[in-house]
């Protein structure tokens, strides 16, 4: 999945979310492509069957799904 997202050259965190992170609906930032937006919570909705300490974290990105906003897609990039 790594590959598939052009993300090698990322460092692995710890965490998948930060402390005290808001995700809202409509949060002023760039919107971004829908579609890899898609393609990238489907895929982590995936590992929900082998890693369910991500699970949380996984339905909070999913919501955005319709009008994804940058930070949304900072969120899932973390996760991944």
């Known amino acids: 999945m790594i590959k598939k997202f052009s993300m090698e050259k990322c460092k692995p965190i710890a965490t998948p979310i930060g402390h005290g ?7 002023g930032a760039s ?14 909705m995936f ?3 082998i890693r369910p300490d991500i699970q949380y ?9 319709a009008d994804p906003f940058e ?5 899932t990039k973390r996760i991944i």
């Open 21 to 27: 992170i808001q995700l809202s609906k409509d949060d």
């Open 31 to 44: 919107k971004v492509d829908k579609n890899s937006y898609k393609s990238m919570v489907g895929s982590l």
């Open 47 to 49: 590992f929900t069957n």
């Open 57 to 65: 974290v996984i339905s909070l990105v999913s919501r955005f799904i």
């Open 71 to 75: 930070l949304h897609l900072q969120a």
